[in-house]
């Protein structure tokens, strides 16, 4: 099954839905200018409404060593998500200094890139392959933009990876199938308002997406698995 990521929870009934929808992985959003923003006690005390459930993913943005330390001391993270212009030494730091998987996010555009996959594989967990952000957004991620998903239909990826950019709970299951996708992210697309989940939608697009493709049973423990272990 298609392993899905629910990111920018921010309160109780997201987090709630994205746990009774049965998500695989849940992402708090750690980058202030963010509407999805949360504070780490905000996130603690979200992550502590279930035992178990989705694995617990921060997502930061070129964050500096004192924001991944405050933030890994208060919430109990399975992976670092990195969305900012972090270089693979940096990422391979931050890999080897918290002990966390590291999922690092690239904008795709063209197809030169994917070539940056090569440079990233040997010290990242994951891929999160996203759309580069539209001209003039605010933010690296999270701009309801999706990329031209045959640039990755078929591809060999050298580590497990989740789509994102722009999905949908309607365009879920297309583009599963047309990617052959392991895993998918959203994070507008399950909103009624900016910033602001819709319980409804979280379970439509875990539901979709869960319907098409995806890895086998297990997929998730060793999408997830520590950074302490070897890949
Ligand atoms: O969601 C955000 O606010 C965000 C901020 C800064 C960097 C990344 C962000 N979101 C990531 O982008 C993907 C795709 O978002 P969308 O579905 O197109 O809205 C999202 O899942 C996050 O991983």
Do not use: F, Q, Y
């Given at each position: 099954m298609t392993l899905v990521k629910i990111c920018g929870v921010k309160d109780a009934a997201g987090f709630d839905a994205t746990v009774a929808a049965g998500a695989d992985f849940v992402g708090f959003v750690f980058y202030?200018?963010?509407?999805?923003?949360?504070t780490p006690d905000a996130a603690a005390a979200l992550s502590a409404r279930a035992a178990g459930g989705p694995k617990r993913v921060g997502l930061f943005v070129d964050p500096t060593d004192a924001?991944?330390?405050a933030v890994l001391a208060a919430v109990p993270l399975d992976l670092v998500q990195l969305h900012g212009e972090e270089t693979p030494a940096r990422?391979?730091?931050v890999r080897a200094r918290f002990g966390r998987p590291v999922m690092k996010a690239l904008g795709i555009a063209v197809p030169a890139d994917l070539a940056l996959l090569e440079a990233y594989a040997p010290v990242v967990d994951r891929f999160l392959l996203d759309a580069k952000p539209p001209p003039g957004a605010s933010l690296p991620g999270g701009n309801a933009a999706a990329f031209?998903?045959?640039?990755?239909?078929?591809?060999?990826?050298?580590?497990?990876?989740?789509?994102?950019?722009?999905?949908t709970p309607e365009t879920v299951r297309d583009a599963v199938r047309q990617t052959g996708a392991p895993g998918v992210d959203v994070s507008s697309g399950v909103e009624r308002a900016r910033g602001v989940k819709d319980p409804d939608r979280i379970a439509a697009f875990v539901s979709a997406a869960k319907a098409e493709g995806?890895?086998?049973k297990g997929g998730v423990a060793a999408f997830a698995r520590s950074g302490a272990e070897p890949r």
């Open positions: 202030p200018p963010s509407p999805r923003a949360v924001l991944l330390a990422a391979a730091e031209d998903w045959r640039l990755v239909a078929g591809r060999a990826i050298p580590r497990p990876w989740l789509l994102a950019g722009g999905l995806g890895v086998s």
